[in-house]
Structure formats: structure tokens, C-alpha cells
């Protein structure tokens, strides 16, 4: 039986990611973002890795089926409207988990973190792109930063890229990795906008796992009713702040 009761006084925002034994990034990290952003976070892990933030050593894959039963009893308890995805082994397994998160849900947000390769070089899975076109037309938004979009359609060079994602969904292009204008991310939508989103005046750090918190805050405001471009202007907003919390690479989250 479906209870989906509203069993707290915040959003409930769920996050399908690895764990990070150092909790810079992945799962633990999206959980403080959610919980710092008023809304309640709900976890199904895809992965054990072997990390802390300056090294990726292995990652071991949680399999599919665990993962799909995670998802099940979830969505039986509780109502949830916004998904955040980070690493996941492969683009087959992504689209069996997004496969059974429309069958829950046909208007859940979904939005894709796509982790290729960690910060510090470990690779995860390379791009099919028959399939990811499949993915991208089920997705509510895509957070590649510079290097990431290169490596998703390489038969495409980054402004044909670009078109392409977003004649299916929107993107939002972070700029931490960018060649030029750092620290500007690019929200280019659906319906064919585009906004430049400024970096703020503060002396920012970096950070392990900044990625993760950006696409987790941004998943946070969507929860709380904001629209696309305020959320992810907002969720800009939240990293920022968490990547001028401290000198270290892991940072600290806070309330607002």
C-alpha cells in the first residue's frame, strides 16, 4: 500500500549518489546541503568508494537491483517530487534507475550531476550516446562543468554540445573549470534562453566536492517551489558560501 504521507514539516529531496568515506562528496554531502536548505534528504547509494578529498582509489558499484529496492520502498513511505543524481556505474544502469523513478513519479524533477571522472582523476564510466539522448529527454536539468561536457558527445565540439543537451533539457554549464570568465556558470534552458550566472565578490576556496553541493542546492530550492532560474541562482549562491566557509579543501555548511 501507498502511504506517501507528509510525515515532516519540510520537502522531502532525494539523492542517488556514492558514499564518501570523507563526507566531502556524494551522498553525505548532499545530505547536509538538503538539511542546511530546510528540506529533508532521503539517500539510496549507488556506490562504496574509496576516498577521502585528496585521493580516489577504487569505487565498489552497488548493484543494480539493491538500488531499484532502495528506490521502491522510499517512494512506498514518502512523496517526492525532486531527485538529484551524482555517480552511477553506467548510462544502462542510470536509465533503469530513471525508468523506475518516472514509474513512481511521471513529474519528478530529475537532476543529473553527470560525475565522469573524480577531482582527482579517477574515471567512472565512458559516455554511450544513443543511450544518454534517451536520459536527457527525461531529465529536468543536466550540471556538466567544462571538462565533463567534453567528454559526453565527442563527435561534437563544446558549442554543438551544448545545442544539443538543450534542444532536450535544460543545462546549466558550471564555470569552475572554465577558460575564460571563471566562476561563471550558464544556464541555458529548454525553450532556448540563456543566462549568465556572476560569480560573487567573495574570496572563494576550493573545495572537495563544490559540485555536489551546487547540484544539491539547486534540487533543494526546486523542492521549496523555486522556480528553474531563481534555484539555480540561489543554489550558486549556497555554494559560494560554502566555498568561502574555510581555507581547508572540506568545507562546512550552514543555515541560512
Not at 559540485?211 to 526546486?222: E, F, M, Q, R, Y
Request: aromatic fraction near 8%; charged fraction near 20%.
Amino acid at each position: 500500500m501507498k502511504i506517501n504521507q507528509q510525515i515532516a514539516d519540510r520537502p522531502y529531496v532525494l539523492t542517488i549518489a556514492g558514499f564518501d568515506p570523507s563526507g566531502g562528496a556524494g551522498l553525505t554531502s548532499d545530505i547536509k546541503t538538503f538539511e542546511a536548505l530546510k528540506c529533508y534528504g532521503l539517500a539510496v547509494c549507488t556506490a562504496n568508494t574509496i576516498q577521502n578529498d585528496i585521493e580516489f582509489t577504487t569505487c565498489h558499484w552497488t548493484t543494480t537491483n539493491i538500488i531499484i529496492a532502495q528506490l521502491d520502498i522510499l517512494f512506498k513511505r514518502f512523496e517526492i517530487n525532486v531527485v538529484k543524481i551524482g555517480i552511477v556505474k553506467n548510462w544502462q544502469v542510470l536509465s533503469e534507475i530513471i525508468t523506475t523513478l518516472l514509474h513512481y513519479n511521471p513529474n519528478i524533477k530529475i537532476i543529473l550531476d553527470p560525475v565522469l571522472r573524480s577531482s582527482s582523476n579517477f574515471e567512472f564510466h565512458a559516455s554511450d550516446e544513443n543511450i544518454l539522448d534517451e536520459i536527457l529527454d527525461k531529465l529536468h536539468l543536466l550540471t556538466p562543468n567544462f571538462q565533463e561536457i567534453k567528454q559526453l558527445y565527442h563527435h561534437k565540439n563544446t558549442d554543438e554540445t551544448i545545442q544539443h543537451i538543450s534542444s532536450k533539457t535544460n543545462l546549466l554549464l558550471k564555470g569552475g573549470h572554465r577558460p575564460d570568465n571563471l566562476g561563471q556558470d550558464v544556464l541555458v534552458t529548454l525553450n532556448g534562453k540563456q543566462y549568465d550566472l556572476n560569480p560573487g565578490a567573495i574570496n572563494h576556496k576550493e573545495k572537495h566536492g563544490s559540485g555536489c553541493v551546487l547540484s544539491s542546492a539547486i534540487s533543494s530550492h526546486l523542492a521549496l517551489g523555486e522556480p528553474l532560474l531563481t534555484a539555480c541562482s540561489n543554489g550558486k549562491r549556497y555554494t559560494e558560501q560554502f566555498l568561502s566557509s574555510c581555507k581547508h579543501l572540506l568545507g562546512y555548511h550552514t543555515s541560512n
